[in-house]
């Protein structure tokens, strides 16, 4: 092991037991109070949190306690509509307080009641008094603060307000498919004393995540995170047939590349999955990232022009054939002829991986960015 690998090492270590195990977030009956800033994305982490205890089986109801963003209601109610989840709130009323206290008796049928607070551009007064007195209303089982992972060291002060008037007890943190890693939310738990409880990662409803310590410190790193990088794989293949070892054996056909680029696109954008590869602290352009999203969306769309036998035997691809399927797909020839060469480049790459060298190295990556640190 070098130097440099020894303190990665002991760094790991250390931030792991900063941020402790996974919040708490029990499939009970439970009010769930959400606190943040404008912009932390709070409102829409409110609609994911509902969507997630649904997806468990609970039954969930929210609550729009922000009178002061124009159109809050209408965002929160729009998103809720979609999962089926039922939304007490009235964009016309100035009194959150009010709102809380009616909308509370009206979500008796449901187990999981979230609430969405109003936040400002800084952690004014009036702000801090009226969270404190929803929390006095609602008597709220867990008080969550939802935090930007591009805030940097200003999550300190914010977490260390918000905890002095409802006593945090755990954090979200948003946007993680950005650019930034979230080391502001280390600051965050230090003075909370409270534990990750999810991460947003994607703009979908869906993209909620439990929070794993090992694979946020990885990711904080520049580690990646393979390990949730394969359980995505993983959901997103179950029930689909794919033939592993004829792949290794050379039998690879353009039907099979199809699978794939429709495997990645399902799994999210491009950028969210290369967030858990170990690239170290290689930075990839954002107009790179949008450049290869387009050109596999255009590879999937010629493919679509071609035929059966063309997928399962790309040898049969001649020049009146090419131009053909780039006419079909409102392509160029040469954008064909550059997809059959990234074909090729694929089938080659996976001949040298069926190999004991490239067993080897599979191993070593394994090893050295698994359970092993």
């Given at each position: 092991?070098?130097?440099?690998?020894?303190?990665?090492?002991?760094?790991?270590?250390?931030?792991?037991?900063?941020?402790?195990?996974?919040?708490?977030?029990?499939?009970?009956?439970?009010i769930?109070?959400?606190?943040?800033?404008?912009?932390?994305?709070?409102?829409?982490?409110?609609?994911?949190?509902?969507?997630?205890?649904?997806?468990?089986?609970?039954?969930?109801?929210?609550?729009?306690?922000?009178?002061?963003?124009?159109?809050?209601f209408?965002?929160?109610?729009?998103?809720?509509?979609?999962?089926?989840?039922?939304?007490?709130?009235?964009?016309?009323?100035?009194?959150?307080?009010?709102?809380?206290?009616?909308?509370?008796?009206?979500?008796?049928?449901?187990?999981?009641?979230?609430?969405?607070?109003?936040?400002?551009?800084?952690?004014?007064?009036?702000?801090?008094?009226?969270?404190?007195?929803?929390?006095?209303?609602?008597?709220a089982?867990?008080?969550?603060?939802?935090?930007?992972?591009?805030?940097?060291?200003?999550?300190?002060?914010?977490a260390?307000?918000?905890?002095?008037?409802?006593?945090?007890?755990?954090?979200?943190?948003?946007?993680?498919d950005g650019?930034?890693?979230?080391?502001?939310?280390l600051?965050?738990?230090?003075e909370?004393?409270?534990?990750?409880?999810?991460?947003?990662?994607?703009?979908t409803?869906?993209?909620?995540?439990?929070?794993?310590?090992?694979?946020?410190?990885?990711?904080?790193?520049?580690?990646?995170?393979?390990?949730?990088?394969?359980?995505?794989?993983?959901?997103?293949?179950?029930?689909?047939?794919?033939?592993?070892?004829?792949m290794?054996?050379?039998?690879?056909?353009?039907?099979?590349?199809?699978?794939?680029?429709?495997?990645?696109?399902?799994?999210?954008?491009?950028?969210?999955?290369?967030?858990?590869?170990?690239l170290?602290?290689?930075?990839?352009?954002?107009?790179?990232y949008?450049?290869?999203?387009?050109?596999?969306?255009?590879?999937?769309?010629?493919?679509?022009?071609m035929?059966?036998?063309?997928?399962?035997?790309?040898?049969?691809?001649?020049?009146?054939?090419?131009?053909?399927?780039?006419?079909?797909?409102?392509?160029?020839p040469?954008?064909?002829?550059?997809?059959?060469?990234?074909?090729?480049?694929?089938?080659?790459?996976?001949?040298?991986?069926r190999?004991?060298?490239?067993?080897?190295?599979?191993?070593?990556?394994?090893?050295?960015?698994?359970?092993?640190?």
């Amino acid at each position: 092991m070098t130097v440099r690998e020894h303190v990665l090492r002991i760094v790991y270590q250390e931030l792991v037991k900063l941020v402790g195990s996974t919040g708490e977030a029990k499939l009970e009956p439970q009010i769930i109070l959400m606190a943040g800033l404008q912009g932390s994305g709070k409102t829409t982490t409110t609609a994911k949190l509902a969507r997630y205890f649904q997806r468990k089986g609970m039954r969930v109801g929210v609550i729009c306690a922000d009178t002061f963003r124009p159109g809050a209601f209408d965002q929160l109610n729009t998103l809720c509509m979609r999962i089926n989840v039922q939304v007490y709130g009235n964009p016309d009323e100035k009194d959150a307080l009010k709102i809380v206290r009616e909308g509370l008796p009206s979500m008796s049928g449901n187990e999981v009641i979230l609430i969405d607070t109003q936040g400002r551009h800084a952690l004014e007064g009036e702000l801090i008094q009226e969270i404190i007195d929803i929390q006095k209303i609602a008597s709220a089982r867990h008080r969550w603060l939802v935090i930007d992972a591009a805030l940097g060291q200003q999550a300190a002060e914010q977490a260390r307000r918000f905890h002095d008037a409802i006593s945090i007890d755990g954090v979200i943190i948003t946007k993680m498919d950005g650019t930034a890693k979230g080391g502001g939310a280390l600051s965050a738990v230090a003075e909370t004393a409270s534990g990750i409880v999810f991460i947003g990662s994607g703009e979908t409803i869906d993209d909620l995540e439990r929070f794993e310590p090992d694979g946020f410190i990885s990711r904080l790193l520049g580690m990646g995170d393979l390990k949730a990088l394969v359980e995505r794989a993983e959901e997103t293949m179950a029930g689909r047939e794919v033939d592993v070892n004829a792949m290794m054996r050379g039998k690879f056909s353009l039907r099979d590349m199809y699978q794939q680029l429709e495997a990645v696109n399902r799994m999210g954008p491009l950028k969210q999955i290369m967030s858990m590869l170990p690239l170290g602290n290689m930075e990839i352009p954002q107009d790179a990232y949008d450049v290869t999203s387009t050109k596999m969306q255009r590879y999937r769309i010629i493919m679509d022009s071609m035929t059966g036998p063309e997928l399962d035997d790309p040898s049969l691809m001649g020049s009146s054939r090419i131009h053909r399927i780039a006419m079909g797909a409102g392509a160029s020839p040469e954008e064909v002829r550059e997809l059959l060469r990234y074909y090729k480049m694929m089938k080659k790459a996976l001949k040298g991986v069926r190999g004991g060298q490239g067993k080897m190295n599979m191993q070593r990556m394994l090893k050295k960015f698994g359970g092993g640190m």
